[in-house]
């Protein structure tokens, strides 16, 4: 049977071997937490508490500021030490909340636990959702809430759940969906009725045998059905996953809803379930630490906050000086110049490359092989993208759909003269974007 | 904290192995067939001609750099490829001087003039055999026949020594064995002529994903039905002249072909039709060098009426 998959795309190599079958590890809770207010898409949270006071885990430190926003809590007991700007991964220091460790840990007496998903209303369950502090935790972290009140007219008729974990090396949502598959259900049922969907579906790739057919097992006897799909990236990209579970097309420019459907990863399904489950909101998230810079690799879960540099000591520390550091997948992570850069609501992976597999950051002009142009899901000419983008010939760049972009770097993959498509790609979005905005 | 540097750069950090260094070196091993075959057939000379071409070539791109003032880019290979390809482009006859002057035309006018490579409208090997057949028409068509290629003439064979196959059926004389013609036992420039081993190094480009398999496609489909509606033999024109050369390793130039696959196949099918034009209506018996580039030519054009639909492209309505 041809597994189900979209069109064009890369084979990168996986690089999950090392950690695949490594069971989650819970790292000691750390010294300092570090809470960026703005660690999802939309406006930061605003905090609630101040420098001095004493907070439990799970209790809320900042409330959700407006519709596309989510509120933050506290990912461990003791004291608010600061709220002041500090180092974010996307490299600026921005406002956070640090609290100190009290060696004490207590749970907020503030949560409700053992929710019932038949005694909850479909409406209830969205203010859960928000209130839960729940974001997209593939990387994006869009308040989930939101994607959860389409516009009016919209029905949702599909959840999906994103297992694919297309990029390499990361295997975090992998045994997620092997250790912790009953939340993950629970959560997603909790999805489905909050969209009144008839049907839950979960992508896996095939990759992940063990997590396909413990979720079957999980999901047996409920309108959910989990999809094996082919191994190819990426996968995971929204718009890629819609098509290949569903055959729909979502169009140019529009958002999935669209097309009926909605999508969120698997882990923002398993903090739902476990949410609904215990009351905790979300504090923790699992990552995988990982690459040939690191030779005691592992998947653990983290408080949110946890420095990376507390992570990677717990894993051993560096096999020699580090080429790059990646906080998140290969394809998409940003590269970290320094330690102090929290865990976050969307931190997948910390990636740890050696000086050997650094390559020179010599590019050559574009030769026109096609190559970008051959593996490009959303069908754009990445190679005339990135003359137009160095060129500064933003008027021909939007023509040519530079804004359809996803930024998955599939074209920069696969580029012989290493011309870096999707730096010039995303330098010449944000220009255009910023001449929107003040036209 | 960190104590020692590392490198921040932008996403993605991963590359594939293929760089344009290794697809020019790929397509020299695939040419080292049709090198055999000119030996072979023309003898240790050939070695000779391809030599002073490709020294040409790598010598006048140093120092046109130079003289530019612009970095040194002979590690990428590309100017040996141009070197030997037009070698294999010119008769096995011809003085020295020849591919060497047509080496230097070809990189310094045909390619670091319009900026170096990636740049240049027009193929540089095609474009320096366009100004050698201009400039020396008569050293550039003096061909001979392999030792022991005329059986299939007969009595006639000693008045057929200056003229390909190709100018052959221009003049009525037709008979040459398939087998013959395929091998490549006949008169022409020294790489060109055997089919097989051209075939052999395309193979080889296909299977390492080199070329794109929509150009010689279309292009040799273009060539046999124009051949069947002209009345004439689709097989002959196949295997003669220039025609599987350039099907395989010019018109699969990347720089100078449309990057889009619908455009691709226009530029095969475009070639094609031009191919025959000229080898029925032309004033030369071979028309591959010239069609090829004329389409370069409309490869600009091609790219922009070829623009895929993008995913979730909606035609917009009314």
Redesign the interface.
Known sequence: MRLRTFKKGIHPPGNKERTASLPIEVLPLPQQVVLPLGQHLGAPSEPVVSVGVQVLTGQKIAEAKGMVSVPLHASISGRVVAIEPRPHACGQLTPAIVIENDGNERISSELVSNHNLDELSAEQIKDLIKQAGLVGMGGAAFPTHVKYSPPPGKQIEYVILNGAECEPYLTCDHRLMVERSSDLILGLLAFMKAAKAQKGFIGVEVNKPDAIANLKQAAAGLPIEVLPLQVKYPQGEEKMLIYAATGRVVPVGALPIETGVVVNNVATAAALGEYLRTGLPLVSRIITVTGQGIPNPKNVEVRLGTLIEDVINYCGGFKEPPGRIILGGPMTGPAQYRLDIPVMKGTSGILVQTRAEVEKPDHAPCIRCGRCVDVCPYNLLPNYLGDYAEHDKLGEAEKYGILDCRECGSCTYICPSRRPLIQLIKNAKSKIMASRKKG | ????E???????????G???E??MWLVVISLIPAVLSGVIFFGWYVLAIIFSSVLSAILTEVIVLKMMKRPL?IK?GSAVVTGLLLALIIPPTVPLRIPMIGAAFAIALGKQIF?????NPFNPALIGRAFLLASWPSLMTKWVWPVNSLAWAGKNADALTGATALGLLREGTTGIPYLQLFLGNISGSLGETSALALLLGALFLVVYKII?WRIPVSYLGTVMIMALVMGQDPIFHLLTGGLMLGAFFMATD????????KG?LFFGIGCGLLTMLIRRYGGFPEGVCYSILLMNLATPLL?RWT????????KAVG
């Not at chain 2, 590392?6 to 594939?16: D, F, G, L, N, W």
């Not at chain 2, 900026?115 to 740049?119: E, F, I, K, V």
């Not at chain 2, 623009?307 to 909606?314: A, L, S």
């Open positions: 904290m960190l104590e020692t590392v490198v921040v750069s932008a996403p993605p950090h991963i590359r594939q293929l760089s344009t290794r697809i880019t990428d900026g170096g490579l990636g740049y794109d990347y720089v100078t072909t449309p990057v889009t696959p691709r790219d623009v895929p639909k993008r995913f979730g492209e909606v």
